[in-house]
């Protein structure tokens, strides 16, 4: 074969970034090995010696059997420990696409590392032990997964060779963490069951799972469609150094964060907002017409403007948002906890700003993705913080734009990084906490609201009069499928039936009307929250009883739509297993529904708390 072809073809191989993450000992570090093993990408001296450290280390169960995990485990803490501390990356290609794997640990206190080896990954595998099934630090990883904006998740139910090749085994754990991963922003799952120590499902198909019809993990990875992932509409171009090698040329070197940019463009230059064309694109090889992410150019200007190392070139007509106050999810990666007004220095498109902890909003239980009031973030914890720089920076919402919607907290003093965060959006200066409390709480907020109530000339009382009820938000909450739909139609209609002012509305008449302009993400759910507490305000001071299902809502969530709804009450009925640490529902109702006994229920509450009079009932 001509090596000038072969490499040409090679060079133009689509490359696919994967990492392996899930519980400890769950056989992620085995799986890569296996994975080398069974596509022949193994020398015969690492074969050989392979072969050696398996027995010398006797981490098999059968004499000569070879421990693939070792072929990772390169540190010596590691394979003493059998545990992957470090990430360990491997590149490796096959016919189709080239690949850069990221083994990152299993261990609760190296959860840094996995979400480091996460950042660039187009695509994750969460390994699960079918003898175990899904762990806490499944769901952790797999949350992380989702917040980094990973869109592809394999699932890889692993050592089912343990568990005699289980059919029903593997069903059952893929319907709990399905249920999980529901709460989660990942459009494409896919799960396997495997044996990574037999290889198989990896390489080649198991002939003993035979139920199993769906592609092996090497096909998954060869045909996996990336091509959409990247955002290639908003040009986002960080400055890194100005390449002036001689007094005839001068450039802005840099990696293409987004967008496609061309020679004629018209482009901004941030601070600055100075405008200018692109004159020229540079590269080693040659100049190009056209340059998209994540190729690293020097793009020469037409007009003389004063760039330096940390701006960013857009397009004129596509600015990102500039502010030195907004709100991100930080995954906390330090033993010093992070603290309400605590300094450190943050990392962002490629220069450091120094920044300040505002305020933290809550932070995020892994186990029920419920949120919780909180003072402080520790090791390993993610929550909501709300950051001040010194300066104004140029960013765009993580889900939109990775590289330009993340940022690295650094410690000032020791230099290490102690945090992750996916920027969301911006915050006015008026909303920030003060010394004493948060000026931006909800019920300032309602006060104010209140306050500049634009009424009409029809009054409270009025209403009353005429509708025979007041206003009342009723909430029916459960977990997904609990029933609460059903109950809420139901509900309504009864109502209706007595003449009183009853509306339904479903999940999807807000997510694809309200909510239409915001996604799936887990941090797009507190802005549905707080559409529906704004919505609840005004249809219950229409006179309505406002009925609306929402599921997994938690504390946080339901304080956050009664002050959102105030000064109307609003009446919660739970369904199924409670999520609730602080409140009480009204009325809970468990997994045997009853339609007909629940609204005998909430009429004879409405009644006690005289919504309606005993006389419409």
């Known amino acids: 074969m001509n090596i000038d072809k072969f490499l040409d073809s090679h060079e133009k191989k689509d490359l696919l970034r994967f990492l392996t993450s899930g519980s400890v000992d769950d056989g992620k570090s085995t799986l890569i090995g296996r994975l080398l093993y069974d596509s022949k990408l193994i020398f015969e001296d690492q074969l050989s010696t392979l072969k050696n450290d398996s027995d010398k280390m006797g981490t098999t169960q059968d004499s000569g059997e070879i421990d693939y995990a070792l072929l990772l485990d390169g540190l010596k803490a590691e394979r003493e420990q059998g545990i992957t501390i470090d990430v360990a990356y491997r590149y490796f290609a096959t016919p189709k696409r080239k690949f850069i794997i990221a083994d990152t640990p299993g261990h609760e206190q190296y959860t840094r590392n996995m979400a480091t080896g996460a950042s660039t990954a187009n695509l994750a595998i969460v390994l699960i032990d079918a003898r175990h099934g899904v762990m806490t630090q499944t769901k952790r990883h797999s949350f992380i997964n989702s917040l980094l904006g990973i869109k592809h998740l394999i699932v890889g139910i692993n050592k089912m060779d343990l568990v005699d090749y289980s059919k029903e085994i593997f069903f059952d754990i893929k319907q709990q963490f399905s249920d999980f991963l529901d709460s989660v922003d990942i459009p494409d799952v896919r799960f396997i069951p495997m044996s990574a120590l037999k290889g198989d499902n990896v390489v080649d198909r198991s002939k003993i799972m035979d139920w199993y019809e769906g592609d092996t993990l090497i096909e998954t990875l060869e045909n996996v469609n990336i091509t959409n992932d990247r955002n290639y509409v908003d040009f986002r171009f960080p400055v890194q150094y100005v390449n002036r090698p001689n007094l005839d040329f001068r450039g802005f070197a840099g990696t293409i964060a987004s967008g496609i940019v061309k020679v004629g463009d018209k482009v901004k230059a941030l601070p600055s907002m100075k405008e200018s064309k692109i004159k020229e694109i540079v590269t ?211 109502l209706f039936k007595l003449n009183i002012n009853s509306y339904y509305l479903g999940k999807r008449n807000i997510t694809e009307g309200l909510d239409a302009d915001i996604g799936d993400a887990f941090w797009d759910h507190d802005e549905h929250i707080r559409r529906v507490g704004e919505l609840s305000r005004i249809l219950t001071d229409a006179g309505l009883i406002f009925i609306t299902p929402i599921e997994d809502i938690d504390d946080y969530d339901l304080e956050k739509i009664k002050v959102l709804t105030s000064p109307y009450e609003s009446l919660v009925i739970n369904i199924g297993q409670s999520k609730f640490e602080k409140f009480e529902p009204d009325i809970i109702v468990g997994d045997s529904v009853d339609i007909a006994k629940i609204i005998n229920s909430v009429l004879k509450l409405l009644s006690d708390k005289q919504v309606i009079p005993d006389y419409v009932i």
Not at 287 to 311: H, K, Q, R, W, Y
Not at 415 to 442: C, F, K, Q, Y
Not at 456 to 469: A, D, M, T, W
């Open 284 to 494: 080693a090889d040659g100049n190009l017409d056209e340059a998209f992410p994540p190729m690293a150019v020097t793009l020469v200007l037409e007009d003389e403007i004063d760039i330096s190392s940390g701006d960013m070139i857009v397009h004129t007509n596509n600015v990102p948002k500039v502010s030195n106050h907004f709100e991100a999810i930080v995954v906390w990666m330090n033993e010093d906890v992070a603290k309400q007004s605590a300094k450190y220095i943050i990392r962002h498109a490629g220069q450091n700003i120094n920044a300040r902890v505002d305020a933290i909003k809550y932070k995020i239980d892994v186990n029920t993705l419920s949120k919780h009031v909180a003072e402080s973030l520790e090791l390993n914890e993610i929550g909501r913080v709300v950051v001040s720089t010194s300066k104004p920076i140029f960013y765009d919402h993580y889900s939109k734009n990775r590289e330009t919607g993340s940022i690295i907290f650094i410690d000032p003093v020791s230099n290490t990084t102690v945090g992750a965060g996916m920027i969301l959006e911006g915050v006015s200066p008026d909303n920030l906490p003060g010394e004493d409390r948060e000026i931006n709480s909800l019920q300032d907020h309602v006060e104010k609201r209140e306050l500049l109530w634009d009424s009409g000339l029809v009054s409270e009382k009025e209403r009353i009069i005429r509708n025979r009820h007041k206003g009342k938000t009723i909430l029916i909450t459960g977990a997904k499928n609990a029933g609460q739909h059903n109950v809420a139609r139901n509900l309504e209609k009864e």
